[in-house]
């Protein structure tokens, strides 16, 4: 009988430490798995977010020879009005203007956003 006692818990044992391990091995599993996925992501955004920082450089970049170029074409036509026209034009001249910073401005002349409702009342 003792015999018989000592395999059943030896089978009963072996059973537990069986689902212990498919329990323990497939949180690790699981685990490992979640970590490469976040990791992965992780580098995605990093590429994500650098070009976007690259793509709105260029941009920048783009817009700022355009508005250049546009500056020196219409300094062609100016000029070109002057010498070619039969009649006396004064001088056209284009102004270089710094860009104003939104801190520098005066309130007069600060952006405020629309507003699609009325203004309160004020009660004396």
């Known amino acids: 009988?003792?015999?018989?006692?000592a395999l059943c818990l030896f089978l009963g044992g072996c059973v537990i430490g069986a689902i212990t391990?498919?329990?323990?091995?497939?949180?690790?599993?699981?685990?490992?798995?979640?970590?490469?996925n976040?990791?992965?992501?992780?580098?995605?955004?990093?590429d994500y977010q650098d070009k976007v920082n690259?793509?709105?450089?260029?941009?920048a970049e783009l817009v700022h020879n355009l508005t250049q170029?546009?500056?020196?074409?219409?300094?062609?036509?100016?000029?070109?009005?002057?010498?070619?026209?039969r009649s006396s034009l004064p001088p056209i001249t284009v102004k270089q203007e710094e860009p104003k910073s939104l801190e520098n401005q005066s309130t007069d002349d600060k952006i405020t956003a629309?507003?699609?409702?009325?203004?309160?009342?004020t009660q004396n």
Do not use: C, W
């Open 69 to 85: 170029n546009y500056a020196a074409v219409h300094q062609k036509l100016a000029q070109g009005a002057q010498e070619l026209s």
């Open 54 to 59: 690259t793509h709105f450089h260029e941009t």
């Open 21 to 36: 391990h498919k329990l323990l091995s497939s949180r690790s599993g699981t685990a490992s798995r979640l970590s490469q």
């Open 1 to 5: 009988m003792t015999g018989f006692i």
């Open 114 to 121: 629309p507003r699609d409702y009325p203004e309160p009342e």
């Open 38 to 46: 976040l990791d992965n992501v992780s580098q995605e955004f990093a």
